[in-house]
Each structure stands twice: as C-alpha cells, then as structure tokens.
Nanobody, 126 residues
Framework: QVQLAESGGGSVQAGGSLALSCAGS?????????MAWFRQAPGKEREAVAA????????YYADSVKGRFTISQGDGKISATLQMHDLKREDTAMYYC??????????????????WGQGTQVKISS
C-alpha cells in the first residue's frame, strides 16, 4: 500500500501564489508513477488539474490552469509539487494528490487512480 500526504494549502488573495506538495510512503513496487493533482469545489465534480509521469514524457494541465500552474516531480519516487500562480477565486477547492503505477496516458479517460491523499484546502479571496 502507498500512502499520500499533501501539504502547502492555505488562504491567499487573488493574484497570489501557493505551492502544494505531495509525498508518498509505503511499499512502492513500481519504478514509475503517474502523479496527479485533482480538485473539488463545493457542489462541483472533482476535476483533474495536472498530471505528470515520473518516467518522463507526459504532462497534463486542465485548460483552466494552463500557464498558471506547474506540476513537477518531487524528490521521492512518489512525490509531486504543484506550483500555483496568479490564483483566482475559482481556484478555491480541496486539492488532492493521486498516484497510479500506470502511464498517465492510460488514465486520462477515467482518471481512476489507485492511491489518493486526504486533501489540502486552498482558498482564494478577492
């Protein structure tokens, strides 16, 4: 089993920046993982924000965050960071880290990841 822990959420004013981190622990049997960030705002469906394959060759960004958010692999085998700039009120949501041993390109249809973190809250005020 793999456990994921997010950190770095908080409250900032619109136009500000935040960085989220995700660290995995436990039995990591795969060499590479697809790491992703999802978010869910109250009353809305969960959406994929960004994804990266730790073996290289794949990144994904939702249209709503392109040019503002950057996903990168962290230091550990199962880790990722999400740099968020020019934050907007509509970015307010619970952000979740997810990991899966499959290649990201195989997951984008259903976004059905095996491992999930508990989430970290991001609140953007005007």
């Amino acid at each position: 089993q793999v456990q994921l822990a997010e950190s770095g959420g908080g409250s900032v004013q619109a136009g500000g920046s935040l960085a989220l981190s995700c660290a995995g622990s436990g039995h990591t049997y795969s060499t590479y993982y697809c790491m992703a960030w999802f978010r869910q705002a109250p009353g809305k469906e969960r959406e994929a924000v960004a994804a990266i394959y730790t073996g290289g060759g794949y990144t994904y960004y939702a249209d709503s965050v392109k040019g503002r958010f950057t996903i990168s692999q962290g230091d550990g085998k199962i880790s990722a960071t999400l740099q968020m700039h020019d934050l907007k009120r509509e970015d307010t949501a619970m952000y979740y880290c997810a990991a899966d041993p499959n290649y990201c390109g195989l997951l984008t249809r259903t976004w059905d990841f095996v491992y999930w973190g508990q989430g970290t809250q991001v609140k953007i005020s005007s």
